[in-house]
């Protein structure tokens, strides 16, 4: 691939890495102002940044497969990745089915939604994962959408990786634009790992805040 072409790839992926720190400190800030609303905003805007990057680095789709192999071919990176993963990769396709698929296999469940807090502590701790839209557990930094789980540590320690290995070639590719900025290596202590235990967890918002409907009556599933 020509290297201008990959020199373009490896500018947005840096935006991408931009865009998700600035989304880190949108979560961190909004757990110690226990604000629902700027917490889910910044999980949202991680898990899309991470997509972006999950998509241009493995494509599942056959016509993007040599861009994506020039690209990890630049940045050392192997094909078998943290980031090259399934739900990762489709999190936002067909977005309005997958709610309504979600809506429909929930249907006489327990559900649970917009939920902040301690899963394993609070009244829900016997909800299950397939019946949860949205919630952040602050103990294990687990973020659930859709009845599917990420580790948010787990995921921010593979974007840290990648965020390194784009600084590095971006500053090779454009040293000009690293003349007033920190080195790569400094940049890596930056945003992206802002989220460990000792920062996310600075306020947990109140189990009551949170929203949990019944599609029914009923809390237990249909037999």
Same mark, same amino acid.
Not at 22 to 33: F, H, R
Not at 80 to 88: A, H, Q, S
């Given at each position: 691939?020509? &290297?201008?072409?990959?020199?373009?790839?490896?500018?947005?992926?840096?935006?991408?890495?931009?865009?998700?720190?600035?989304? %880190?400190?949108?979560?961190?800030? !909004? &757990?110690?102002?226990?604000?629902?609303?700027? %917490?889910?905003?910044?999980?949202?805007?991680? &898990?899309?940044? $991470?997509?972006?990057? !999950?998509?241009?680095?493995?494509?599942?789709?056959?016509?993007?497969? %040599?861009?994506?192999? !020039?690209?990890?071919?630049?940045?050392?990176?192997?094909?078998?990745?943290?980031?090259?993963? =399934?739900?990762?990769?489709?999190?936002?396709?067909?977005?309005?089915?997958?709610?309504?698929?979600? @809506?429909?296999?929930?249907?006489?469940?327990?559900?649970?939604?917009?939920?902040?807090?301690?899963?394993? +502590?609070?009244?829900?701790?016997?909800?299950?994962?397939?019946?949860?839209?949205?919630?952040?557990?602050? $103990?294990?930094? @687990?973020? $659930?959408?859709?009845?599917?789980?990420?580790?948010? =540590?787990?995921?921010?320690?593979?974007?840290?990786?990648?965020?390194?290995?784009?600084?590095?070639?971006?500053?090779?590719?454009?040293?000009?634009?690293?003349?007033?900025?920190?080195?790569?290596?400094?940049?890596?202590? $930056?945003?992206?790992?802002?989220?460990?235990?000792? +920062?996310? %967890? #600075?306020?947990?918002?109140?189990?009551?805040?949170? #929203?949990?409907?019944?599609?029914?009556?009923?809390?237990? #599933? +249909?037999?």
């Amino acid at each position: 691939m020509d &290297m201008n072409v990959i020199g373009l790839h490896i500018h947005e992926l840096r935006n991408q890495c931009r865009f998700i720190e600035a989304s %880190v400190d949108i979560l961190n800030q !909004s &757990m110690e102002k226990q604000a629902s609303v700027g %917490v889910f905003f910044g999980l949202q805007n991680i &898990m899309l940044g $991470t997509n972006n990057i !999950s998509r241009t680095l493995w494509t599942p789709r056959k016509k993007g497969k %040599v861009r994506a192999a !020039s690209l990890r071919k630049t940045l050392d990176l192997p094909e078998k990745y943290p980031l090259n993963n =399934e739900n990762i990769l489709s999190l936002v396709d067909h977005a309005d089915e997958a709610n309504d698929q979600w @809506i429909n296999q929930s249907k006489d469940q327990y559900i649970l939604y917009d939920f902040i807090g301690d899963i394993s +502590k609070s009244q829900h701790k016997d909800v299950e994962t397939k019946n949860i839209f949205r919630a952040f557990d602050t $103990t294990t930094k @687990i973020y $659930t959408y859709l009845g599917t789980s990420f580790n948010l =540590e787990a995921l921010l320690k593979a974007l840290a990786d990648v965020n390194n290995r784009v600084n590095q070639v971006h500053m090779r590719l454009y040293p000009d634009q690293w003349k007033e900025e920190p080195a790569p290596q400094e940049k890596e202590k $930056t945003a992206l790992k802002k989220a460990g235990p000792k +920062k996310t %967890v #600075a306020k947990k918002s109140a189990p009551k805040k949170s #929203a949990v409907k019944k599609t029914t009556k009923k809390p237990a #599933a +249909k037999k």
